[in-house]
């Protein structure tokens, strides 16, 4: 009995969260939730805002106030942002508007952050015109999940090769830190000359794909710079257009935009692309040279 017992898988994500309610007329006490937040214990925190406020129109036939729901939202943005940059706990997240407030955080947890937010906006944000939550049955993708993808379209392609650069069973690298310390660079892609990763963009969540783009090339660079390389490159796995608004590609396409001009201008050899056999041949034609 005790031997076929297997442990509980822990969460990817626990932590708390709050939804951020709106009160559209100060003179009656109707209040709609319009966001959420989450964030782990000493973690940062992450968000989702409405950005469309058509269904508004139905309860209040007479006029809804549009462009002043936007410039709230446009605040309660920088709130968060700030708060972002600040390490501001949830709890002492506070909103300098009558007409905006927190809940109280309660727990939560899920597979990962993003879909943590997407099922909590989702449950509690009634107010999301129906055909914006038709395009929002979106699956996010991890990097783990779109390195397994990419390296099954990897393996037609490259065939014998493919073992000689692709990190299948022990990704990433150990190198040395201060004293004893040792860092973990997560990578999965090694020749003789160079370094290289896949990471996945397909996320709703701006923030998402900027930390997954600021952590492969901080890890990228690392790795370059202590195994004396000549080069590096980085993969992006990036989401279907018609899966998400085109407000929040756009954001996405932007972030990733971004990022490619500074990893190219620091010699990083960058490509994004939205299916993962597209991305096996572009990585197995930067890798084949240096297999010769």
């Excluded at 406020?53 to 006029?63: M, S």
């Excluded at 099922?119 to 107010?127: G, I, Q, T, Y």
């Excluded at 620091?266 to 297999?291: N, T």
Aim: proline residues 6%; hydrophobic residues 40%; aromatic residues 10%.
């Amino acid at each position: 009995m005790l031997r076929s017992a297997k442990a509980t898988p822990k969460p990817g994500f626990s932590g708390w969260w709050s939804y951020i309610e709106f009160q559209p007329d100060i003179f009656s006490p109707q209040r709609f939730p319009i966001g959420v937040v989450v964030q782990a214990d000493d973690e940062r925190l992450y968000f989702k805002l409405l950005d469309d406020f058509k269904k508004f129109d139905c309860v209040y036939p007479e006029g809804f106030p549009h462009s002043s729901a936007k410039a709230l939202m446009a605040y309660a943005y920088g709130v968060l942002q700030a708060a972002i940059k600040e390490k501001t706990p949830l709890s002492q997240i506070l909103f300098d508007s009558h007409v905006l407030s927190l809940s109280r955080p309660v727990h939560t947890s899920g597979s990962d952050r993003e879909a943590a937010v997407e099922r909590l906006f989702s449950d509690v944000v009634a107010m999301v015109p129906s055909n914006v939550k038709k395009v929002r049955e979106f699956a996010s993708i991890d990097t783990a999940a779109a390195r397994k993808l990419v390296n099954e379209k990897l393996k037609e392609i490259a065939a014998m090769d493919f073992e000689r650069f692709v990190m299948v069973d022990h990704p990433g690298l150990l190198v040395p830190g201060d004293g004893n310390d040792r860092h973990y660079l997560d990578l999965n892609l090694m020749t003789p000359k160079s370094c290289g990763a896949v990471a996945s963009a397909v996320y709703k969540s701006q923030q998402s794909v900027e930390l997954n783009l600021l952590k492969a090339g901080l890890d990228l660079k690392t790795c370059r710079k202590v195994k004396n390389l000549e080069s590096a490159g980085l993969f992006l796995l990036t989401p279907d257009p018609s899966s998400m608004e085109p407000r929040e590609f756009r954001r996405i396409e932007e972030t990733i935009g971004e990022h490619e001009w500074k990893l190219e201008r620091d010699g990083f050899r960058f490509v994004s692309m939205q299916e993962p056999a597209d991305l096996a041949r572009e990585i197995y034609d930067w890798a084949k040279p240096a297999l010769a």
